[in-house]
């Protein structure tokens, strides 16, 4: 798939192309202006991905192409032990989880399946949870916390299912309660929004002690759309709600809610997904062995003044807990 | 008849409107004098409709006792956020001009029959209950003077959702708001979410919903998404009851319908239960 | 209801209603009978209740005057305020509670409801709970520990449901979950099994630190028509089953199983429900009373003590907790 | 074709037995050499027949490291019960005899793949793997070492629930046992279980379904009540797949259905992933 944006890229891809196919004749020697038209494709994709505007990168954060959690224990893991099912109704397919090994770091690794083929994504529901989601995902995190190990939480999805059974089976309350166990668990948390950051739906797996963000994933209240469609009256207005929405990985940061942006190489994680991956595995990696190494206690009580400095009106103490 | 019915069409509707108040719930025209502003639930169908903070805190607080916390506490603007019709900052500082409010949630102390309690206290007037960062840290501030003092918790919560012109950062107040919730209740210290009409979205997916008891008003819509949300996405008209607090009653989300006037007693008697030993 | 071996005080009944209604007509006096013949029905009706087959005792266990989860409430709570809904799916209507006073104590109160009229017990589905209920249930006694609350369960169930949505929504693990919980809830426990003790289903609401029972009340791993059925291969067989079992509370005692015996009046609960009760309330107040001078430590390690004594093999220990 | 029927017609029973399993899932006669005996595993359809303990141990237990537990343990009889048939008591020492067996669980200590473990294996030819009074107590001593020494705890379970025999002292059982689970959950010592078929009543609705990890093995029956019972109360048929381990996947009470000749490996893959510190 070609985003709008990526066109000359594409015109220049197919040029290089056409060349290296006429060089294969004999006596043929395109080689320099292949070169040539290489370091030229090159520096413009680095403009445009320097360039981005914010309804580009809510492009980029969709791209079907995109590494998908599944993709991340392919590369990741060397090993994945999927736990399935909430305990009480189903197993959701959109937001799945169990022990991993990264990098020889034992973790309970969660995260938003959105799938790639057409049958993965109808089963996935896109990507987009239900409670019975949420209640697993509660579940793994107090078996990490039993079994000693950090939670990793991989965010990718548009929203929470907004259907009539998720509605009936509790949406709002599983969120709710995920959002209040996440505060006070007893294990270090590291959540990367790897693609779109939807709202409530992400957040009900991703309140971290670390939050980190690929530089062209998203994290929103609302999406744009639906932002422009309330306050432009205007959904094609999206791209302005995006640039009001303040949603990209620097803002984020400026705003204090990420904290690590970790870099994709020009052209996305889309267009390199194995290094975009190998980033995110870094940037893990460094903040596990961090917030390892901290006191649980500690670390609790840290989770709570990142979350609580976030809005703060001024220097108002909490109470010691 | 004629004559009457021609003298009543005849009346000017501000005069009309002085004598008779139309309910939203049944639309029936309810002679003023049977209408009770301070309680606003119908006498015919039992529609509650919305209050306002102040209401609230009348209809709550012991008479007189009602401090409020973070006065000064206004909505902020973290994004410099403007949309189609100006910037969020003017329209935040007019609709506080219009209520009187700073932001969209209340919070302070008071006696409640006697027993000392935290109240937050939303106003739906307020950019629609929204969840905002200082509507977060204020509800945050008045959970933490609960742990403090070990005094019960009790929130009202009459909310859209959250505050889309604070983006990201209203997001977080569910955390932020969350882990309030989550010291009170390793701390032992009670905590009662009240929903009234509406409560959505960020609201309902955050405090209002883990609440020791989760109490509703009667007819109180009570959702995660919005009605029409869902309705497009799985293509099907809803039953009328989706998302009333009696439909999430009977599928085990609130543990207790209450009309406004028996209200106060209700939590009054549920605090008595509550020993601080 | 008359139940068969209740027929002659039936007879005598009848005649001394008799007797009165002609002692009503002018210059009649047949006191001395009438006095006479309440005596001889009196003797009779404590031969009968000192002697009975414990399959007498699982009618009278089932016997539908019996008092009821409601008629408890509404004789020994001065306040009951029903607190409903499992947090996840539903609110079953066979395993109720809710903070009560009771005698002055505040308590959390929970229990099966049978039912009365046909209505109310097709609405409590005869007094069989289904998983929402156990998690209603196990909700309830959480809150209760956060309140400082001791627990109070009024055990009278034939059997947790055995329909097909019961199952898909986890019975087993509801009661299982149920009882690891209750096995170190630190907050006194009293259960009272004041009807029906059905297996798994009434010890999923019932691992007390006091186990108490009315006299008439019955306890059982199976009904006794079960049983018959498997074990004698016919279903009449159920007095032979019901002896077999050892149901009855005075076994059960001397089984450990129980704590203490409340005693019916002669005549059962069923012809004097307000004296049985009210045998109920002070037995209950007198292990409160007791529970509540505890250290909650000491508490939960008794609670493991008195289950772990049942069916012991002999005097190994286990671990201090 | 006719002769060779005749001819395997005339085969004397005890030669055919020998060479042929008849798998008890599909029927297919199975020639012994493709059996494994010590998998019990049809290599046709997959269907996992039942296990004795003694070959649950030896696909279990690092060779020559099992070392039982309490192994003096036997079969009370608190009720004195006996029925149609006769006493209980005679019947369990008749079991015994031809099992080898002294209780429905065979406990112990063992190395997994290297690790210290200690496992509760049930054995269904004892009285239907039925929980009993000295069937807890064995589990519970076991649980208890386990919580000593913080040594893993796994169960295999397979029972058609209470050993009514055993009356009130044997739904005690479950209460028993789940407090033993209980302190291993505070003290954060890893629980599995291990569903295998048929896994019912007092089994299921106590230590069976509250594992760390609720594992199962392919095609295993696992419910609280049984489908007769369930069919005469609704009404109804069921379907097929009702209580099956695969059924129970997809509504959320098992982590994983593991194969029969993959669960070592994994048992070993789990316990790597709990850290003692
Ligand atoms: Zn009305
Ligand atoms: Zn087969």
Redesign the interface.
Known sequence: MELDFEAPLGDMDARIAELERLNRKPDADFNSEIAALKRERDVRLSEIYETLTPWQTVQLARHPERPVFADYVERLCD?F???????????DRALIGG?ARFGGE?IMLIGFEKGKTMDDKLKANFGMAGP?GY??ALRLMR?AE????PVVSLIDTPA?????D????????A???N??????LETPFVAVVTGEGG??GA??AA?GDAVLMLSNAV????PPEG?AA?????AS?AP??AE????TAP??RD?G?IDEIIPEPPGGAHRFPEAAMDAVRDAVQRHLKRLRRMNVRRLVDK??EK??A????DN?K??Q? | MAWFRKTRRKKPAAEKEALWVVCPGCKAHIHKDKWDPGLNVCPECGFHDKLTCRQRIDLTADAGTFEEF?AD?AA?D??E?????GGYADKAAETAAKTGLKEAVLTGRCKLEGITVVLAVMDFRFLGGSL???T??KI??AS?HA??HKFPFIVFSASGG?R?????????????T??G???L??ARVPYLSVLTNPTF??V???????GDLNIAEPGAL?????RR??EQ??K?K?PDD??TAE?LLE???IDRIVHRRDLKPFLSQVLNYWSRS
């Open positions: 090993e032990l999927e736990l399935h099912g909430d305990r009480c109704f189903g197993d022990f034992r019975d209640r697993k078996l039993k079994y000693g190990l929470a299912y907004p259907g009539r998720a509605e009936a089976r509790g949406q709002a309350e969120i709710a309660r959002l209040t166990a996440m505060a006070v709202s409530g957040l009900g309140v994290y929103s209240v609302i932002c309330i306050l432009w009256r205007d207005k302005q709600a009001s929405l303040k949603l803002s984020l705003l809610v989770r709570f979350y609580a976030i809005g703060k009106y108002r909490y109470a807990h | 973070d506490i902020g973290p994004l956020f403007s949309d189609a019709r905002a960062g200082s977060g840290e945050l501030l933490d742990l403090r959250a889309m012109h604070e983006g990201i950062v209203s997001l977080m107040q569910m955390a932020k969350c882990a919730i989550a010291r209740h390793k979205g960020g309902s997916a955050s405090y209002a919903t883990v009570i959702g995660f998404a919005g949300v869902i996405t799985i099907e809803l989706f998302q439909y599928h085990g989300f």
